[in-house]
């Protein structure tokens, strides 16, 4: 495929602004189409990115042949559902982690995937930081292997709000939103599936109506294993940290940053063209359309992931 390929994104919040901030640097790319819930809003995000067409429903841009692939920024229970639209309408699809917060939705995703021949993607971001790219090429180099991952997953979000501080109409999840970018990112490191998981959570929020603290346990194959921590009442600092402990060093990856166990500074700007995690994922997604062939965080090889996550669900109850 050598002519531009033509997007539709779905989401104009924090998120969907993330990946039309990437775009812009991308070659070949052209986002034609924006649809989100506040029309006025749409059109004004879309104004600032030159995007011609503007809707409330996502079946609109499906209708436009012109649109070759989605990309999906909109709320967790929608992401199988709509990911699915995508696939049924001849759409190429990235859909924002998670895929879904129902196993069988996934595991429909993939098989429609499949039956389709549609590259069907799902933004596991963490394995395109340059940070955790460089660990990831330590590894597979024989340089480096991980005994245990220490991850905190830390917000302060004790109201429906987004990445902006703008208030969200829908509730985010600890387990299938934020504990999956650990699942997946653990057992693409240690190249090994996770065959003990455990899980417990703190109290549920009396209106928000989620845990807002958990804490799971994982083990891979190879016996490397992982400590994650999840909360919605940190009062900062804010976000994701891995620590990884292995054989020959210590890292610890704060987004595309990266550091040693001493805190110094690991200069990871020449692991990629772009030190933006969310503009390397987009990258391999268009990458595989013109190339034809799967691309890293394909649905099919993120879907063990979610079924650990179903796993864990069910301990909680």
Known sequence: ?????????????????????????????????????????????????????????LEDALALPEVDAVILCTPTQMHADQALACLKAGKHVQVEIPLCDILAEGEEVVRVANETGRVAMCGHTRRFNPSHQWVHKKIEAGEFNIQQMDVQTYFFRRTNMNALGQPRSWTDHLLWHHAAHTVDLFAYQCGSPIVKANAIQGPIHPTLGIAMDMSIQ???????????????????????????????????????????????KIDVSQVDVSMNGIELQDREFFAAIKEGRQPNSSVASVLPCYQVLHQLEQQLG
């Open 1 to 57: 495929m050598s002519k531009t390929i033509k997007v539709a994104l779905a989401g104009a919040g924090a998120f969907g602004i993330k990946h039309l901030d990437g775009i812009r640097n991308i070659d070949g790319v052209e986002v034609v189409s924006l649809i989100s819930r506040d029309l006025d809003k749409t059109r004004e995000v879309a104004a600032k990115y030159g995007i011609g067409h503007v809707s409330t429903e």
């Open 218 to 264: 994982l083990q891979a194959a190879n016996g490397a294993i992982c400590t994650l921590s999840l909360s919605f009442n940190n009062d900062g600092p804010l976000g994701t940290f891995f620590r990884y402990i292995g054989d020959t060093g210590t890292y610890i990856a704060r987004y595309d940053d990266l550091f040693n166990g001493k805190e110094e």
